[in-house]
């Protein structure tokens, strides 16, 4: 059972500082079930690589038990597992709890990581390992043993070789392995039980929330139904604990904002760009309780409308109004759980996107995160970004000097720092960018609100429907 990990971070030799262990020395460690060696195969500054190789006895963890064959003959000693879970915490478990007091710097800092594991049992196929390991920026490169090359006919076995590439926080990597592996072989060595629910609130907390899959995870790592029940209630709970937009936040800026219906005139320019662009299977991302939703239901050009947010709560609200429409409107319209921080097969193939209002709510690592999953892997035909224009401020009399308008607004964006973060983001990835005021224009301060209409430069088009993977609410 072998992990490795290598990076080209300079000096890449910082990775014997992250992981707590000398690239100079092969050490050693007493587990349970065996014995865990690290080394480091390849160590220069340009490239490092650490590796893990888990030697399990598994004649010493049934012996004296009365076991049978099966127990002493399977693929357990060979194949990435809890095994490797548990050898991972115990032995990289202070970099994986995020800790370095020799560079402190360094553990918040995303840098190229490279896992390789082998072999990995998963059942399912290749898919199920992209759809768990690509929403959180990997790429997956993943090859399958065949059950005997003698044999051919005999077909495919559940297991791969693996190669997963990120650009990533090395505690955000270790706690990923840490999770799906486990996931992905379907079974554990040792009881299930409530603690199990804790430790993986616990090591996902960071990305489980918001996780295009998190409901298959928390099945296949939890395998019983009732503790899984509890532990996707709590996700839930978390999602909305950490909500921006409560009702008494939201409720602070409509009186900001409330006297120009300024939310209104957001909506209906929206809805103006994605008309003009012809636009007809629509995203709303950051939907909310769906006005913009409702305002593209009335329009028959839009025979496609996806709503997607983070909270459940608001959600509910949104489906309880569309319950109360008639049903050949609600044929037209889908609302999905997820996040926007995350790569979300879900969201490829559509005609546009609007995204209204969200953006000021991420802060700089989240902003790049939602950049990634809207126009590096979604790419809509044509994307709608509204936020306020910070210039704008000094004329709300109600609004003090220097605060935003929303409490948890993370930025609010001169005119000139919306046009440079645009015309970055187009330049990227292949978009044009124009930018529109909202709202009425003071001469030197500007509209309150921007837009920004993101069109793709090049015609690509995709067949890919919204049918696989659709979380109903």
């Not at 079930?33 to 004649?59: K, T």
């Not at 072999?119 to 043993?145: I, K, M, N, Q, S």
């Not at 109600?398 to 948890?408: V, Y």
Request: hydrophobic share 40%; aromatic share 8%.
């Amino acid at each position: 059972m072998l992990l490795t990990l290598t990076t080209t971070h300079s000096p890449a030799t910082d990775l014997g500082y992250l992981l707590h262990k000398h690239p100079a020395r092969v050490q050693t460690f007493d587990l349970p079930f065996g014995q865990a060696h690290v080394f480091y195969p390849e160590v220069s500054d340009v490239r490092c690589m650490a590796a893990l190789l888990l030697d399990v006895d598994p004649i010493g963890l049934v012996r004296g038990q009365g076991a049978t064959l099966a127990q002493y003959v399977n693929d357990r000693p060979y194949v990435a597992s809890s095994f490797l879970s548990v050898a991972l915490s115990k032995v990289f478990g202070t970099a994986m709890g995020g800790r370095c007091k020799d560079r402190p710097a360094l553990v918040e800092t995303p840098i190229p990581l490279e896992a390789r594991l082998a072999v990995v049992p998963c059942h399912g196929g290749a898919d199920v390992l992209r759809r768990l390991f690509e929403p959180l920026g990997y790429e997956v490169e993943a090859t399958g043993h065949p059950l005997d090359e003698t044999f051919p006919q005999w077909g495919d076995s559940p297991y791969f070789n693996v190669t997963l590439r990120n650009t990533v926080r090395l505690a955000d990597l270790l706690s990923h392995l840490y999770v799906l592996i486990p996931v992905l072989d379907g079974a554990k060595h040792y009881y299930v039980g409530e603690d199990e629910v804790d430790k993986l609130l616990d090591k996902g907390a960071a990305w489980l929330p918001g996780h295009p899959e998190r409901a298959f995870i928390t099945r296949r790592y939890l395998r019983f139904g009732g503790l899984a029940r509890d532990a996707l209630a709590r996700l839930a709970e978390a999602d909305d604990s950490a909500l921006p937009d409560d009702d008494a936040q939201a409720a602070k800026k409509e009186a900001v904002e409330q006297p120009m219906r300024l939310h209104d005139q957001r909506l209906d320019a929206a809805v103006d760009v994605l008309k003009a662009a012809g636009a007809q299977r629509v995203l709303d991302l950051g939907c909310g309780e769906g006005k913009l939703v409702r305002r593209l239901m009335d329009d028959a050009q839009f025979t496609e409308i996806v709503g997607m947010d983070v909270s459940v709560r608001v959600l509910e609200r949104a489906k309880a109004w569309l319950d109360r429409r008639p049903e050949r409107q609600q044929r037209r319209v889908r609302l999905l759980h997820g996040s926007l921080l995350y790569r979300d097969r879900r969201l490829d193939g559509f005609d546009a996107a609007a995204v209204v209002e969200v953006i000021e709510h991420l802060d700089a690592p989240r902003l790049a995160a939602f950049e990634r999953t809207v126009f590096a892997h979604a790419r809509p035909g044509t994307v709608v970004v509204t936020t306020p224009n910070q210039e704008y401020n000094a004329l709300f009399e109600s609004l003090p000097a220097g605060q935003f308008r929303h409490p948890d607004h993370r930025f609010e964006w001169t005119r000139a720092e919306f046009a440079a973060w645009g015309t970055r983001l187009a330049d990227a990835h292949g978009y044009a960018v124009r930018f529109l005021p909202i709202g009425p224009e003071d001469p030197t301060r500007g509209a309150p609100s921007q837009m920004a209409v993101f069109e793709r430069t090049d015609t690509m088009a995709s067949d890919v429907t919204l049918t696989d993977g659709e979380v109903p609410v």
